[in-house]
């Protein structure tokens, strides 16, 4: 079934859709956030300068350095995150996108996984 949308109906801009429901930023992955103590720092920053907003400094840190052992390619980060290796893997190509509020409920508990066990 194919949605249909009224004629009166206007497209409207990514930055248009965050001022509605939020944002989000995109951070090129690098091997500084191989560091669990620079993810923290850079999470901290990116938190009190509004870029990212309804996460911890902790859930911020742990994408960050989820992303960076994904793709410069932990064989462990491999096995630890299974089958969401490859989608995690595909997004660190073009940067990290942190999402206000956080990325869903599954790849938290990945990133916090990583997080431990690396």
Request: net charge neutral; hydrophobic share 35%.
């Amino acid at each position: 079934m194919n949605m249909v949308l009224p004629k009166n109906c206007e497209m409207i801009t990514k930055e248009e859709e965050y001022s509605i429901v939020g944002g989000s930023c995109n951070i090129p992955v690098t091997k500084s956030y191989l560091s669990k103590s620079y993810c923290l720092q850079r999470a901290d920053e990116l938190l009190k300068s509004g870029q990212v907003k309804g996460m911890t400094k902790q859930e911020v840190a742990e994408e960050l350095y989820a992303h960076a052992v994904v793709h410069y390619g932990g064989r462990m980060a491999r096995l630890i995150t299974g089958k969401s290796f490859n989608s995690i893997l595909s997004h660190t190509e073009d940067g990290i996108d942190l999402d206000d509020g956080g990325d869903t409920a599954s790849r938290k508990s990945t990133y916090a996984k990583i997080w431990k066990w690396l």
